[in-house]
């Protein structure tokens, strides 16, 4: 008799503990899929720019942006930092604002310089002799694409050229897509425009 009693009590804690278990592991579940619901999906504008796809307003704004990246890889920049700029334009009637991109490169040299001409010149940008300036401080060129012009201003940073005694460049390029000026614009005086860039310093 004792015997049935102890068996049956045996089997009466095994089937609570199996309850209990079963129980536990059931609520444990429900607990960590609302913990992971909770957790909110990351969307693509969230994530930062220089980490995601870049959105463009259209494909010209596309080729000016890759354009300066490439040239941004040539210079060896280790952060390509891409910002809105616009510079006068100078035709032989007039002189227009050319909205667009820059970006600018620091303490470089005349090498870097002439690397970045020469992509131009190899990738269908041609010399244009009105934009082409040179002084004592620097020199400032102009470049004529098929729908997209550029301008590439070197300026010598003398300051830092006479402390380390090495030559020191620093490298302004401004790229905007040009359209023909109509009969109205071609009135506009070369002094009224200006060149501006944004969030750069040099």
């Keep these: 008799m004792r015997t049935k009693i102890t068996a049956l009590f045996t089997a009466f804690i095994v089937i609570l503990v199996g309850f209990l278990g079963v129980n536990y592991i059931s609520n444990t579940s429900r607990d960590t899929k609302g913990t992971q619901s909770e957790v909110p999906e990351t969307t693509s504008s969230e994530i930062p720019e220089n980490q995601s796809v870049r959105l463009f307003e259209n494909e010209i704004d596309y080729e000016i942006d890759n354009l300066l990246r490439i040239l941004g890889a040539i210079a060896e920049l280790q952060i390509i930092e891409i910002v809105d700029a616009s510079f006068a334009w100078n035709t032989p009637d007039s002189?227009?604002?050319?909205?667009?991109?820059?970006?600018?490169?620091?303490?470089?040299?005349?090498?870097?310089?002439?690397?970045?001409?020469?992509?131009?010149?190899?990738?269908?940008?041609?010399?244009?002799?009105?934009?082409?300036?040179?002084?004592?401080?620097?020199?400032?060129?102009?470049?004529?694409?098929?729908?997209i012009v550029c301008i590439v201003r070197s300026l010598i940073d003398k300051e830092v050229a006479e402390a380390t005694k090495t030559e020191a460049l620093n490298i302004e390029i401004r790229c905007g897509e040009f359209e023909e000026p109509s009969a109205e614009e071609n009135g506009l005086n070369q002094d009224e425009t200006t060149d501006t860039i944004t969030n750069l310093t040099p």
Excluded: C, P, W
């Excluded at 992509?119 to 060129?141: C, V, W």
């Design 95 to 147: 002189s227009t604002e050319i909205v667009g991109k820059g970006l600018i490169i620091t303490n470089t040299s005349s090498k870097v310089e002439e690397a970045l001409l020469v992509y131009l010149e190899e990738n269908g940008f041609e010399q244009d002799a009105i934009n082409l300036e040179a002084d004592t401080s620097g020199r400032k060129y102009g470049y004529l694409g098929s729908h």
